[in-house]
């Protein structure tokens, strides 16, 4: 059921992705420092919007690396914290 969904989510997105691309066929110029190119509107939004995709993702990345990272120490003491249970419970208590 849900493989289904997913996917009527991609076609759905695919076609809003190509009636925009329709309506916004009209060519733009685009200036930078080295030349000019005459693209489509479409495409510079879709290149702008991966642009901030990537920026994200290179964001982002920090953070997950930097929790996996605090995910590995906190399992390595709750080992730790364990053995030294598990040894506390095997020792005889002397009265």
Do not use: C, W
Request: net charge positive.
């Amino acid at each position: 059921m849900g493989r289904l969904i997913g996917f009527l989510f991609v076609v759905i997105l695919v076609v809003i992705g190509l009636s925009f691309a329709v309506l916004n066929s009209q060519t733009v110029s685009l200036n930078y420092y080295f030349g000019q190119h005459d693209i489509p509107l479409s495409m510079i939004v879709v290149l702008a919007l991966a642009a901030g995709a990537l920026a994200a993702v290179v964001v982002s990345a920090g953070m997950i690396l930097r929790q996996k990272a605090q995910i590995a120490q906190l399992r390595r003491r709750l080992r730790h914290a364990e053995r030294a249970a598990e040894q506390m419970q095997v020792l005889p208590v002397d009265d």
